[in-house]
Structures are given as structure tokens and as C-alpha cells.
T-cell receptor, first 113, second 117 residues
Framework: AQSVAQPEDQVNVAEGNPLTVKCTYS??????LFWYVQYPNRGLQFLLK??????LVKGSYGFEAEFNKSQTSFHLKKPSALVSDSALYFC???????????FGTGTRLQVFP | GAVVSQHPSRVICKSGTSVKIECRSL??????MFWYRQFPKQSLMLMAT?????????EQGVEKDKFLINHASLTLSTLTVTSAHPEDSSFYIC?????????????FGPGTRLTVL
């Protein structure tokens, strides 16, 4: 069965510091991996995805994520956090042979000025 | 491009009434749309997969007679919560996939907050 784990409910970081939001996954076959961001009372906005190719994926708003097959991880990173990055972040996985996206429980990122 | 809208954005209804939520792909055609439910401070749970012109596929535990899904065109899917009760109060989010596209990406609507009194 497919699953996604986001081990941290909340991540706190000072503005200007690097940030990491962790995600690990379990899926049969090659995974399709996604990161989404959600602002209060809003739907999800797409940040980036890994389908194939380079393990380091660059996405919107300066975010990037690294696919690590041996560790089954897809951590989201940003070199320098902004207060406006404060939001709820979801990691999601989809197996190659299904339409369904399975979401992690979400990590709330709080960036302090 | 790839914008998905939902209407209404917020609805309050009395217990026992039915509520219809619309999901539209504004600038693309979507053969497949998905309906999710999100409880406060929780993740998105897939309720059903909606394919244009055919019956929706519901996830285990989701009552098909309570959550009626219609996907009558390539740009519109509707979710009707029938005989709504307070426990149906939630944030409902739809997403759409581009018809014939090579991308596996789903584009999400802004969500509809349903409050049942």
C-alpha cells in the first residue's frame, strides 16, 4: 500500500535561515512525488514534483526537493526562508499505475522575523 | 493556465438539507476530477474519482448515496452532500487532471467550507 509520512507536525525557522520539511514514502514501483502548499482556507498550490530524471527538483518560490531512492525520502528545502513561506505543506505520492494521490499529514512551517 | 474553481467557497446549511458544490476547470478539459475532504488540522482524504461520462469511483468508507458525484462535462464535476448532518461539516477540495496531457499533475480548486448547523 502507498503511504507518506511527514514526521514533523511543525517546523520553526528564523527568516533568512535554510529550511527543511521532511517527507518519506512507501510505494510499489517507481514513485511520483509532489509537494503542495496550503494557505489558510485555501486549496492546495503546486510547488514541485519528481517523476524521473535529476534527483534534485527545483520548484516555485525558490523551493527545491531531493529525491533519495535509498532512503525513500523527498525532503523539501529552501536556502533562505521568508516570513511569507509560513503555511501548511503537504507531501504526496502517486504510484505509476494509479491515479490516486496519497497525502501526508502535513507540516506547518512557521518562519519568524 | 490550469485554473480550477469551486463554487460556493463557503456554505452554511441546516441539518437535513442537501448542498451542491461545483468544481470547474476554467482553461482546460479534465476527463478526471477528484474530490477530497479535509478535516481541521488533518490531511486530505480522497473521497472519490470522477470520470467524465461515467460513474464515480468511491474510496472505501465513503457513502456513494450520501455524496453524489456527477461529471457531466469535461469542465464540470459536482458533489452533492445529501441530507447533510453536522458531522459532514468539512473543507471539500476538488482537483482536476488535464485530458490527454502527459503530466501527472493534479490542479486543485480553492476549496469549499461546508458548515452544517
Amino acid at each position: 500500500a502507498q503511504s507518506v509520512a511527514q514526521p514533523e507536525d511543525q517546523v520553526n525557522v528564523a527568516e533568512g535561515n535554510p529550511l527543511t520539511v521532511k517527507c518519506t514514502y512507501s510505494v510499489s514501483g517507481n514513485p511520483y512525488l509532489f509537494w503542495y502548499v496550503q494557505y489558510p482556507n485555501r486549496g492546495l498550490q503546486f510547488l514541485l514534483k519528481y517523476i524521473t530524471g535529476d534527483n534534485l527538483v527545483k520548484g516555485s518560490y525558490g523551493f527545491e526537493a531531493e529525491f533519495n531512492k535509498s532512503q525513500t525520502s523527498f525532503h523539501l528545502k529552501k536556502p533562505s526562508a521568508l516570513v511569507s513561506d509560513s503555511a501548511l505543506y503537504f507531501c504526496a505520492v502517486r504510484s505509476y499505475n494509479t491515479d490516486k494521490l496519497i497525502f501526508g499529514t502535513g507540516t506547518r512551517l512557521q518562519v519568524f522575523p | 493556465g490550469a485554473v480550477v474553481s469551486q463554487h460556493p467557497s463557503r456554505v452554511i446549511c441546516k441539518s437535513g438539507t442537501s448542498v451542491k458544490i461545483e468544481c470547474r476547470s476554467l482553461d482546460f478539459q479534465a476527463t478526471t476530477m477528484f474530490w477530497y475532504r479535509q478535516f481541521p488540522k488533518q490531511s486530505l482524504m480522497l473521497m472519490a474519482t470522477s470520470n467524465e461520462g461515467s460513474k464515480a469511483t468511491y474510496e472505501q468508507g465513503v457513502e456513494k448515496d450520501k455524496f453524489l458525484i456527477n461529471h457531466a462535462s469535461l469542465t464540470l464535476s459536482t458533489l452533492t452532500v445529501t441530507s447533510a448532518h453536522p458531522e459532514d461539516s468539512s473543507f471539500y477540495i476538488c482537483s482536476a487532471r488535464i485530458a490527454g496531457g502527459h503530466t501527472n499533475e493534479q490542479f486543485f480548486g480553492p476549496g469549499t467550507r461546508l458548515t452544517v448547523l
